[in-house]
């Protein structure tokens, strides 16, 4: 197992920037405050991601999730030969698997700032259909968006942590595999990572919609309080 990340993500990443700013602006009319639903939409996004993120970069993160856990990558399926003494070996096989979730919190610390930017310059257009959709609607929306972004993002950091990883799990597994490089590893890594990382998000934003006012913040209380 690898050693303690530093550095790790500040909790209120996500909430610096435009975010911050801008949130309510009055109109000057009888009817009271207004705010621009895409501020509503970005705000709901950077806080799912904010929460998510943060979950899955601290130690044991994707691990320790029912929703994040990312599955033993086909790769290391049973090929036969060498393979069968080693990869299908239930203790050798459980550890390689808790590894390889170990070292997807590298690549969600890589996704952090790559999801932050897009939300913050994504174009929005139809702000109130995002609002009024379903629990996880804006995070579908992101991640349409983004397309593989967060695969690409992911990994170059996945590999050079795969190289470097001080448990000798991975590095055996993947000399067992027959023309498969590391790159390769972290490329499977990355896109059971990123389906993690958006089902944790999704799942983030439909916990804000059910309860706005646990995030003390005025703008989504009241845009999601009404729905």
């Given at each position: ?161 795969i190289r470097v990883a001080e448990d000798p799990i991975v590095s ?26 958006w089902y944790q998000i999704g799942a983030e934003e439909a916990a ?20």
């Amino acid at each position: 197992m690898h050693s303690a990340v530093e550095n790790r993500i500040p909790r209120r990443l996500f909430l610096t920037g435009t975010a911050a700013t801008g949130l309510l602006a009055l109109s000057g009319c009888q009817t009271g405050p207004r705010y621009s639903l895409v501020e509503v939409v970005r705000r709901l996004l950077m806080l799912s991601a904010d929460n998510a993120l943060a979950k899955l970069t601290a130690p044991g993160g994707f691990w320790d999730s029912q929703v994040a856990r990312i599955a033993l990558p086909d790769l290391f399926g049973s090929r036969g030969g060498v393979l069968q003494g080693i990869l299908t070996s239930g203790p050798f096989r459980a550890r390689l698997h808790r590894e390889l979730n170990h070292l997807a919190e590298r690549g969600a610390e890589r996704a952090a700032p790559v999801v932050a930017e897009v939300i913050r310059t994504i174009s929005i257009e139809d702000a109130l259909a995002l609002i009024e959709g379903g629990p996880t609607a804006a995070t579908t929306y992101l991640r349409q968006q983004m397309g593989p972004g967060l695969i690409n993002a992911m990994i170059p950091g996945l590999a050079d942590a795969i190289r470097v990883a001080e448990d000798p799990i991975v590095s055996q597994a993947i000399a067992a595999l027959t023309g498969v490089d590391v790159g390769a590893v972290a490329q499977s890594v990355a896109i059971g990572a990123d389906n993690s990382i958006w089902y944790q998000i999704g799942a983030e934003e439909a916990a804000i919609r059910a309860n706005p006012q646990a995030t003390n913040d005025p703008l989504l209380i009241a845009a999601l309080k009404v729905l």
